[in-house]
Nanobody, 121 residues
Framework: VQLQASGGGLVQAGGSLRLSCAAS????????VGWFRQAPGKGREFVAA???????YYADSVKGRFTISRDNAKNTVYLRMNSLQPEDTAVYYC????????????????WGQGTQVTVSS
C-alpha cells in the first residue's frame, strides 16, 4: 500500500484545513488508518484513527476540533481540522495497517510522506 498525504498549508489561528490520505496499490477498506504529527524537536504523536468499520479515536488535544473520516470508494481518509492553534503546527503523517491498531506509531505498517501544517498566531 502506498499512501499520499496532502492538504497541508499555512493558516491563521482559528482557521481550518482538510488533510487527505490517498491509498494506492491495494484497497484499504479493511485497514485501520491513523494520522500522526511531529513537531520540530518532538516525537511522533498520535492524532486520530479510523477503523475499517468506521470507529473513530482521537487524542485529547484534538477532540472536538478534528474529525477523521473515510471514503472507501475513493481509497481516501480525511482529517478535517477546525479551530487550529499554533501548537497544532507539525508535519502530519497518515499511516495504515490491516486489521486493528492502537495509538502507537509502531503498530502501523505503511506510512505516507507527510504534509506540513503551520498555524500562525
Amino acid at each position: 500500500v502506498q499512501l499520499q498525504a496532502s492538504g497541508g498549508g499555512l493558516v491563521q489561528a482559528g482557521g481550518s484545513l482538510r488533510l487527505s490520505c490517498a491509498a494506492s496499490g491495494r484497497t484499504f477498506s479493511t485497514y485501520v488508518v491513523g494520522w500522526f504529527r511531529q513537531a520540530p524537536g518532538k516525537g511522533r504523536e498520535f492524532v486520530a484513527a479510523i477503523s475499517w468499520s468506521g470507529g473513530t479515536y482521537y487524542a485529547d488535544s484534538v477532540k472536538g476540533r478534528f474529525t477523521i473520516s473515510r471514503d472507501n470508494a475513493k481509497n481516501t481518509v480525511y482529517l478535517r481540522m477546525n479551530s487550529l492553534q499554533p501548537e497544532d503546527t507539525a508535519v502530519y503523517y497518515c499511516a495504515a495497517t490491516p486489521g486493528y491498531a492502537g495509538l502507537g506509531a509502531h503498530e502501523y505498517d505503511y506510512w505516507g510522506q507527510g504534509t506540513q501544517v503551520t498555524v500562525s498566531s
